[in-house]
């Protein structure tokens, strides 16, 4: 049986993943309430393991590393992020060196296609990939990703937006699975995507 594999990212109305150093929104987009965080917290404390590329992890231990991190406080203020620090993590890198500054983390090399192939054969928990944006359209072109998450603010980034979620991706049908909305503003379509025809 083939582990289900979710791609999970943040993005702008305009379909970017994150804003530059000019666009002073703060994190979440500043737009972050008690339902998303609730929901992110419950998403994040069933059994699965993490997949992240180079780009993303070296972005998440510059902004969850162990001096932010290593402590109870960090724990009770962004319970969140403490979880996605503590979960069961394979970061796919030819760049990256061990060991990995991150608990229960994994370096595994070679191309992310056949790593998460494999893991997709070998896991007996889900796995999700937060962000990881190439690797992510790379799994999506070969048929590896079963589930988009989409969490979608309510922000327009025109001039600050940077990484493109979709840039360069392959055509795609939607099928939607689910579809909620958290404080009132936040949407979070979940799809299944299909190769478009």
């Not at 990212?9 to 965080?37: A, I, M, R, T």
């Not at 162990?66 to 030819?94: I, K």
Request: aromatic residues 10%; negative net charge.
């Amino acid at each position: 049986m083939s582990a289900d594999y979710t791609f999970d990212v943040f993005c702008s109305l305009d379909g970017y993943g994150s804003y530059d150093s000019n666009g002073d929104w703060g994190g979440y987009w500043g737009k972050q309430g008690p339902e998303f965080l609730d929901r992110r917290l419950a998403q994040y404390a069933a059994e699965q393991r993490m997949v992240l590329g180079a780009n993303t992890f070296r972005q998440f231990v510059e902004m969850l590393g162990p001096g932010a991190a290593n402590s109870a406080e960090f724990e009770r203020n962004d319970p969140v992020n403490s979880r996605m620090r503590n979960m069961p993590t394979t970061v796919v890198s030819n760049t990256l060196r061990g060991p990995l500054d991150w608990p229960d983390a994994t370096l595994v090399g070679g191309d992310a296609v056949d790593v998460v192939a494999r893991l997709k054969e070998e896991s007996e928990v889900p796995l999700r990939s937060h962000g990881s944006l190439s690797v992510n359209r790379a799994l999506m072109a070969a048929g590896l990703v079963d589930r988009v998450q989409v969490t979608l603010f309510p922000v327009i980034t025109g001039r600050t937006g940077t990484d493109p979620v979709f840039r360069g991706a392959a055509d795609f049908d939607l099928e939607l699975i689910e579809s909620v909305t958290l404080d009132g503003r936040i949407q979070e379509p979940t799809y299944r995507p299909t190769p478009h025809k």
